[in-house]
């Protein structure tokens, strides 16, 4: 029989597809503006730009609300990974990654309900929520009110660099998100992770 | 033999031809290329002066203007003996002569185009029923060609629709003659946008001017705002400074290199396609950015539309090609893994009998 453990309280639940749902629009409406008439954008330009404009300012505020959320519950431990058997630790996950998941190796790291990361993961999702996102964050509230942003740099306008940083971290994190569905799949089964984050439990074998 | 002759007959022919031409030519000291000039239909007159008029000629006018200007300037209207003039009239037609300076009239003097009882003061003559018109030549008198270009366009646009409007709208409801700056002189966007945006907004959005000048044709000359109108661009505010009105309000020509027309469309014939502007073959580079200096180091760099970069990131049109394509290689490579790791998945479960 297999048991299960509360690992994810319902605000993070909520939080991360919502986090999910706005990224996946994000991207979508901010590749059709930026391919705008060669045929590659998925939506109108004038579309787009509300869709873009909307979720932008929304993950804006839904960001803040992370931080004091994750400072105040204590949640923010999850992302901090022990530095004591990190390489240890690290080098175990990167082996089951690559080799003992196609083998059915078990997954060297059950989670918990204090730690639901493993050293990896936390690592990545540290990166990616402390440095990637309020980077893409920030430049692009420049590119939503301009005065913000530097008036000119090297003889260009300041938005130039600004949208360079916009895009370019905004392609990371599409690459990101797109592996991070992908490791979603490799659970116990290809569905028990993304159980986990509708339900909070986590089923152990 | 006959055939022979013949045809030693004709290149004889043709050859003194040559020469007689090519004596012509050398004659009238020319060149061919500056025939070949000449042939062309000539350039709108006036013609533009290459050299830079004598600083006699520009002291001689400066001296015949200063007349004019002392009274018709701000500090002339203070000075102006009061016994004289009409202080209260004066202050109502006063020029600015460093805006003159800067325009393309500059260099003319106030009575080429001021004639008759202008010239002296106190301006003789019945009053005006048009403030400044009278005895003023129209700039048909000197742009004959360009004004019959011009004439027939803003007839057919959206101020020729009321005949009563179009009987008051005129060049000069548009241009100041003190003051206005052509694109090809200004070549800064930013100068050209607020030029050419002030002229339309001086209207558009002033409820006193446009209530003056439609006054006794439009009952109740209440206009909707013109952020309200244009709500489409998402933020019109950033539009106003950074493209011009007739870049949605004029059609756009075959050929690009002609100069813009004068058909103001009205709302219904009006682009509202983002696309026009927001995509790679942008509409803006052969417009307003058309005297704009050229960006070499940002198009080498990648982006499109670089000349565009000194005053603005156009979305859509000043994307860089090159992180693009390296953007898209960091997909490829992350979807590629992806497919190896599902590929290792699949062969590892067939291998060890459905488990995982
Ligand atoms: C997953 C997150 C995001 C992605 C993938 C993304 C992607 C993009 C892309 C590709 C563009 C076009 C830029 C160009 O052509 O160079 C863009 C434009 C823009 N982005 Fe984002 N973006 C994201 C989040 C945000 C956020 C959070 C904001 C606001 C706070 C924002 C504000 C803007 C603005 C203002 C523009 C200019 C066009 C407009 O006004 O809509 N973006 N974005």
């Not at chain 1, 309900?113 to 493993?118: D, F, G, I, Q, Y």
């Not at chain 2, 010239?119 to 003789?124: D, L, V």
């Not at chain 2, 983002?274 to 790679?280: E, G, I, K």
């Given at each position: 029989m297999t048991q299960r453990i509360f690992i994810l309280p319902i605000w993070i639940r909520l939080w991360h597809w919502t986090n999910a749902a706005l990224m996946i629009l994000l991207a979508i409406s901010g590749a059709s503006m930026h391919f705008s008439?060669?045929?590659?954008?998925?939506?109108r330009f004038e579309t787009a730009v509300k869709i873009h404009n909307f979720c932008g300012v929304t993950l804006l505020w839904l960001y803040g609300l992370f931080i004091l959320a994750n400072l105040f519950s204590g949640n923010l431990g999850r992302y901090l990974p022990e530095m004591k058997g990190f390489i240890g630790k690290s080098w175990k996950q990167i082996k089951f990654y690559c080799w003992g998941i196609f083998v059915g190796a078990p997954d060297p790291y059950e989670p918990t309900?204090?730690?639901?990361?493993?050293t990896l993961q936390q690592v990545m999702y540290w990166a990616v929520m402390y440095i990637l996102v309020p980077i893409v964050l920030i430049s692009g509230a420049m590119f939503l009110?301009?005065?913000?942003?530097?008036?000119?740099v090297l003889g260009l306008d300041g938005l130039v660099p600004v949208a360079l940083v916009h895009y370019v971290a905004g392609v990371v994190l599409f690459g990101f998100t797109l592996m991070h569905i992908y490791l979603g799949?490799?659970?116990?089964?290809?569905?028990s992770q993304f159980k986990t984050m509708v339900n909070g439990y986590h089923e152990m074998e | 033999m006959k055939c022979d002759l013949r045809s030693t007959v004709k290149t004889i022919t043709f050859g003194a031809g040559i020469l007689f031409l090519a004596g012509i030519l050398v004659a009238t000291g020319q060149t061919p290329q500056a025939m070949a000039q000449q042939t062309e239909?000539?350039?709108?007159?006036p013609q533009q002066e290459d050299a830079k008029p004598s600083p006699e000629a520009v002291a001689a006018v400066n001296a015949k203007n200063a007349e004019c200007l002392s009274c018709h300037t701000e500090a002339g209207a203070v000075t102006a003996d009061p016994t004289i003039v009409d202080l209260e009239a004066l202050s109502k037609v006063l020029i600015d002569p460093v805006a003159m300076q800067a325009?393309?009239?500059?260099?003319?003097?106030?009575?080429?185009?001021?004639?008759g009882s202008y010239?002296?003061?106190?301006?003789?003559g019945p009053l005006q029923e048009v403030p400044g018109r009278h005895e003023t030549l129209d700039c048909v008198e000197c742009h004959s060609l360009q004004t019959w270009r011009i004439e027939p366009q803003v007839a057919h646009?959206?101020?020729?629709?009321?005949p009563k409007v179009f009987e008051r709208f005129d060049c000069n409801s548009c241009h100041d003659s003190h003051v206005f700056q052509s694109a090809s002189k200004l070549k800064d966007p930013v100068e050209i946008i607020a030029q050419d945006n002030g002229m339309c907004l001086s209207c558009h959005d002033s409820e006193l001017r446009f209530a003056e000048f439609t006054a006794g044709i439009i009952p109740v000359p209440e206009q909707p705002d013109i952020n309200v109108i244009h709500q489409?661009?998402?933020d019109p505010e950033r539009h106003w400074s950074s493209v011009?009105?007739?870049?949605?309000h004029t059609p756009a020509s075959?050929?690009?290199?002609?100069?813009?027309?004068?058909k103001i469309l009205t709302k219904e014939e009006a682009r509202r396609d983002?696309?026009?502007?927001?995509?790679?073959?942008?509409?803006l580079s052969a417009s307003?950015?058309?005297?704009a200096a050229e960006q070499r180091d940002a198009e080498d760099a990648?982006?499109?539309?670089?000349?565009?970069l000194s005053k603005a990131y156009v979305v859509g049109a000043t994307r860089n090609t090159k992180v693009d394509q390296l953007g898209m290689a960091l997909l490829a490579l992350i979807l590629a893994g992806i497919a190896l790791h599902i590929l290792g998945r699949v062969i590892g479960r067939l291998m060890t009998g459905g488990k995982e």
């Open positions: 008439g060669t045929g590659w954008g998925i939506l309900r204090e730690a639901s990361h493993n009110w301009p005065n913000l942003a530097p008036k000119e799949t490799t659970g116990h089964k290809i569905s | 239909p000539a350039a709108e007159e325009s393309n009239h500059t260099g003319m003097t106030c009575i080429s185009c001021h004639v010239e002296g003061f106190p301006h003789s646009g959206a101020h020729g629709q009321n489409f661009l998402a011009r009105c007739i870049e949605c075959e050929t690009p290199t002609l100069n813009i027309s004068h983002c696309v026009t502007c927001h995509s790679a073959d942008t509409h307003l950015y058309r005297y990648g982006f499109e539309n670089a000349q565009l």
